[in-house]
């Protein structure tokens, strides 16, 4: 299997314009999550999905985050209007779920590191 | 809030010692403790969970203990290399599947 796959690598943007992340989980795996880490912070939860219905997304900063998972092999975030407080690595992380949801490792993706101007 | 914590200050340690990382968790009772490995540049890469009901786990060279009355995991490498240089992140879990992470601490091996 191919592991997690995210795009893009890396992206640079201009404040006030929108972005776009995309991830492709690991096949069979029923739950998505998606995280934001900085050196201030570390790794902070923004929101998780188990069969494509988002279960909380109490972590997601404000308005101008959305993720949606129109499907099991696909997930995006988006932030609209983007702001140079945003510039963090992204990283989506799938699980298998089959032992119950708290009882399974997660499987990250390389991350996409985002800078905004 | 829940709270999840680690020495941020970095551990440097010889090679063939014992490293032992701490994680401390506040405001929550976590159903499951993991620890997971990152290196620069990469995504955290699992490497192992216990349950609250459970003292000590091990694997390889590596073993892991949860004292609920202490709340606290305790995370050691013995006869660590300098390959076993990374961030090492814990992270707690309950029942719904959110896991909260420590900011992580850093481990140097020096030959």
């Known amino acids: 299997d191919a592991g997690v796959i995210q795009s893009p690598r890396h992206e640079v943007t201009e404040m006030g314009q929108e972005v776009t992340l995309r991830c492709k989980p690991i096949?069979?795996?029923?739950?998505l999550f998606w995280y934001r880490q900085t050196m201030m912070r570390g790794l902070e939860l923004l929101i998780y999905f188990n069969n494509n219905v988002p279960i909380d997304d109490s972590g997601m900063p404000e308005d101008r985050f959305s993720a949606k998972m129109p499907n099991a092999s696909f997930s995006t975030l988006k932030i609209q209007p983007s702001e140079p407080r945003d510039s963090a690595v992204y990283f989506c992380a799938s699980s298998p779920g089959t032992r119950g949801l708290g009882h399974n490792e997660q499987f990250f993706g390389p991350g996409t590191r985002l800078t905004v101007l | 809030s829940q709270k999840i914590e680690q020495n941020s200050e970095a551990l440097n340690i010889q090679e063939g010692k014992t490293a032992t990382l701490t994680c401390n968790y506040t405001n929550y009772s976590p159903a499951y403790l993991q620890w997971y490995r990152q290196d620069p540049g990469r995504g955290p890469v699992f490497l192992l969970l216990i349950r609250e009901n459970e003292k000590e786990k091990r694997k390889e060279r590596l073993k892991v203990t949860f004292d609920t009355t202490l709340k606290q995991s305790l995370f050691h490498i013995t006869a660590s290399q300098p390959a076993d240089s990374a961030t090492y992140l814990c992270?707690?879990?309950?029942?719904?599947?959110?896991?909260?992470f420590g900011q992580g601490t850093t481990l140097q091996v020096k030959p």
């Open positions: 096949s069979g795996h029923n739950s």
């Open positions: 992270a707690g879990s309950s029942n719904t599947g959110k896991l909260i």
